[in-house]
């Protein structure tokens, strides 16, 4: 209940890598579970990213593909 805030990531386990969710490491269908389980009806906040090198439209396309799997997340 007094869980709020979740700011998110995804890592390979070496650092702090800020990677979208589900290109490292952490089982995000587990964590998705999880959230479900305890009902989670916060903010879910990603700090991910994105190559400096990505075109204006890669980007879009990045920022919409990143939407999609968080909305799997929380589904």
């Known amino acids: 209940k007094k869980l709020r805030i979740m700011h998110v990531h995804d890592n390979s386990g070496r650092g ?3 990677k979208h969710p589900y ?3 952490l089982d995000w269908k587990k964590y ?3 959230l ?4 989670f009806d916060g903010v879910f ?4 990213l994105p190559s400096a090198k ?3 439209s890669l980007f879009l396309e990045g ?13």
Do not use: W
């Not at 906040?45 to 991910?48: A, F, G, I």
């Not at 920022?63 to 589904?75: F, K, P, T």
């Open 36 to 39: 479900k389980e305890i009902g």
């Open 32 to 34: 998705a579970a999880a």
């Open 63 to 75: 920022a919409a593909h990143l939407a999609h799997i968080v909305d799997e997340i929380l589904a």
């Open 23 to 25: 290109y490292g490491i």
């Open 54 to 56: 990505l075109s204006d």
């Open 16 to 18: 702090d890598e800020h």
């Open 45 to 48: 906040s990603l700090e991910t």
